[in-house]
Structures are given as C-alpha cells and as structure tokens.
C-alpha cells in the first residue's frame, strides 16, 4: 500500500510498532520479542495487528494493547483493530541471536535452550551469569518479577540475576 | 444436546478450575512461606487467571448474550460455577496447597494434552497455549512433594495428611455426563476414564519418589461441574465478587 494515499504502508506499521519497548524490559520493543505476529493493511486503510501473548496472564499485555492502538492513531492511522491469536504458542525460540545479546547487556541471562528440550526434576543445570559470564551458579526461583523470568544467584561475583525461561 | 451447548459448558468447567484455583493461590499473596514461594504461587495465579480469561472470551464468542468475560467471571453465583471440587478447597498449610497443586495440576497436564487433538480449533490452541505454562506448576509442586516425603517427620506427615483429606475429592475431576459424551462423539474432548488411568500412573510415580503412600480409594465426594460446591466456594465469590456486586460495572 506504499504511497497509496495516506493510507500507512505494511512497513511503516512494523516500522512504528518496533519503537514500543516492553514496559518490563525496556531494552526490548515489542517485535523484538515476538509478540507481533502480523500486519494486515486491507483496501480500505484498516489496519489490523495480530498479536500472541507470551504468558496466558502477563499484564504487561494490556499496555501492549493500549500502546500499539496510540502510536499507530497517532502517526496517521485512522482505524485500528487488535487481533489476539494464541496458535502457535509464543516461544522465546522467536528471540533472534540480536535481541538475546539485548538482555543479556541489560543484566539478564537469555534463554540457552530450544523451548522443545526437557527439564527434569531437580535439573542441576546451571545458567550463564550474565555480569561475570561463568557458569557457577544456583536457581533460587523457578519463578521472578514476571512470568518470562526465574531467579538465579551467581556463586562466583555473588550477584542475583534473572533468566529469561526458555518457553 | 447439541454440540454448541455442550462446548459452552465444557469450557465453562475448565475456565472455571482455572479461576477457582487461581483465586485460591492469590490468598498466598504475602503470606508465602519464603518470598520465593510467595512469588512462585502468586505466578500460578496469573497464569491460572490469563488461561481462564482466554477460555471465558472463547465462551462469549459462543453465546448470543454479549456476556463478557469479565462478567462471565464476577456476575455468577454459586450453582452457576462448574469447577471441580478440589480447586476450591481451603489452602491449608503450604503442604496442603501444594498436595492441592499437584494433584490438579498432574490431571490439567493430561488434559491439555489430551485436548491438542481437539477438532475445535480455538480450544486446541488455548490448550498447546496452557500446557506450557502447566509445565512449570507440576514441576514445582512435584519438587515439593519430594521434598516433603523426604524431608522431616513433620513434612512428611504434613503432606501425608494433606493428601489423605484431599484425596476423597479427586474423582470428581473425572466425572463424566451428557456434555462429555456429546463432545467425545464429535471429537472435541476425550474420555476422562483414559485421562484418570493416565493420572493414576504419574501421580503414582511422584509418590512413590516422594516416599508417601497413595490414600486408598474410600469415600468419594462428587458434584462441581453440576454446580454442586463444597460450603467453601460461596466465600470465595464473596471475596472475589465483592467489587463488582457493591459497584456493577466499576472498570479497573
């Protein structure tokens, strides 16, 4: 839809919806994350964004909602609908290589597996510190500040840490 | 009765466990035994109440009475809930919720499962959707047990008593009736007799890790998904409906 009218293009809308940052972890926008699956433009100018959330009740979707309408209402959209698909489920298998290396500057361990890989009971497996890169560390919390999240404790430079959950 | 019908109250059930335990585990909210644990259970909840959401906005898609989810969750009494029996217990001790978490939480996973089958499209995605989060509550509440059963005389006696008092309220997470047999003969759900032989198997095995004894099957106590509740869910809604029923249709 490029230049037809004033109607925003596909690209522009992607464009506009990278500048969101995700209200938890504002190091990350929104398509960085995974949560915008798709971006319809119909003839008539309409704009629909199809969106997946990570957690079945992550509160940081009803920000996301609010804030995709206003900054596609405010940079000339004129109709905006909000499409909620839950197939696929999110994955942090959609985080690319880029976005990791985002969290992990911002103090957060990124995910180290494939979402498909088993944890067992009591898995002894150790995460990465994200301050001091070894591995000598411990899981405090299967669960943290948000759902995406555990808690970890580095043994070696003695600094807690979150995890982003491979899911 | 028809496929349609039977489909609302099916998900009505399942939603309905959802909030009901959700709720539940809300009540831990500062009260957790460590600040890891109040967080942990505190983030079941979530997870309890963004799955129950999502099945209650499927449930308003289905019916021609502009309900919402919301008023699907606040505006209902007592009769008109389906959980099943268990997920409104009181908490008890931690040892007592967490026997609660497994037990539920070792059948929500079977079910799931069993649902990703599912020929309805919508109740296939909310369950691949569910089952990753459930992933994480059955991990946590087995570690628990294990724990437990291993741990101290008193932990051990604990859990042990909890699952002995709760036991008699399983079976009615697999009562079966008219809507069932509808959905099992269009290929929606499946039959929870194979889901309960599943249970048995798995619930078993953590057990037996967890060096406790599997209660014997006695008295059974049955009637949530007819809307027949223990003396305890009419507290929860008080609570839990309070601000919708002094202030209708207050927006958060």
Avoid at chain 2, 71 to 96: H, K, Q, W
Avoid at chain 2, 155 to 177: C, G, H, P
Avoid at chain 2, 202 to 208: A, C, G, Y
Wanted: charged content about 25%; glycine content about 6%.
């Amino acid at each position: 839809m490029v230049g037809n009218g004033n109607y925003i293009s596909e690209h522009k809308i992607w464009d506009l919806l990278s500048q969101i940052p995700d209200p938890d972890i504002p190091v990350i926008n929104i398509t960085e994350l995974g949560i915008v699956r798709q971006v319809i433009v119909d003839d008539f100018g309409k704009i629909t964004v199809v969106i997946t959330p990570s957690y079945s009740g992550c509160p940081a979707m009803s920000v996301f909602k609010e804030e995709i309408k206003n900054k596609l209402l405010e940079n000339g959209a004129t109709s905006v609908d909000l499409k909620i698909e839950l197939s696929p489920p999110w994955t942090t298998d959609w985080l690319s290589d880029v976005t990791k290396n985002k969290l992990k500057k911002y103090g957060i361990a990124p995910p180290e597996e494939h979402s498909s890989d088993f944890i067992g009971l009591f898995s002894n497996k150790k995460v990465t510190c994200p301050h001091c890169n070894q591995n000598e560390t411990k899981l405090t919390s299967q669960f943290g500040s948000t759902p995406c999240k555990s808690l970890w404790f580095c043994n070696l430079c003695h600094q807690p840490f979150e995890y982003f959950k491979c899911h | 009765m028809n496929t349609k019908d039977a489909l609302i109250k099916y998900c009505t059930r399942l939603a309905d466990n959802n909030l009901i335990l959700g709720q539940r585990l809300a009540e831990w909210c500062s009260r957790g035994p460590i600040l890891e644990e109040d967080l942990a259970m505190t983030n079941i909840s979530l997870d309890l109440f963004g799955e129950a959401e999502s099945i209650y906005e499927y449930i308003s898609t289905l019916t021609d009475n502009h309900l919402s989810a919301d008023d699907i969750a606040f505006l209902r009494s007592e009769r008109e809930y389906s959980n099943t029996l268990l997920v409104e217990l009181p908490n008890g001790d931690f040892a007592y919720t967490m026997a609660k978490q497994f037990l539920y939480a070792s059948f929500a996973k079977l079910l799931y499962t069993s649902l990703l089958n599912s020929n309805d499209e919508t109740l296939k995605g909310l369950s691949e959707k569910a089952l990753k989060e459930v992933k994480y509550h059955i991990r946590h509440s087995s570690e628990w047990l294990i724990r437990f059963g291993n741990g101290t005389s008193e932990s051990k006696t604990r859990v042990q008593n909890a699952l002995n008092d709760i036991w008699k309220y399983t079976d009615d997470m697999f009562e079966m009736d008219e809507v069932d047999n509808e959905l099992i003969s269009t290929g929606i759900a499946f039959d929870l007799k194979d889901i309960y032989t599943q249970w048995n198997f798995s619930v078993s095995e953590i057990l037996k890790e967890a060096k406790l004894t599997k209660p014997s099957n006695g008295l059974s106590i049955k009637g949530g998904y007819k809307g027949i509740h223990t003396e305890h869910l009419g507290h929860i809604l008080t609570e839990m409906q309070y601000l919708q029923r002094a202030h209708p249709g207050a927006k958060w």
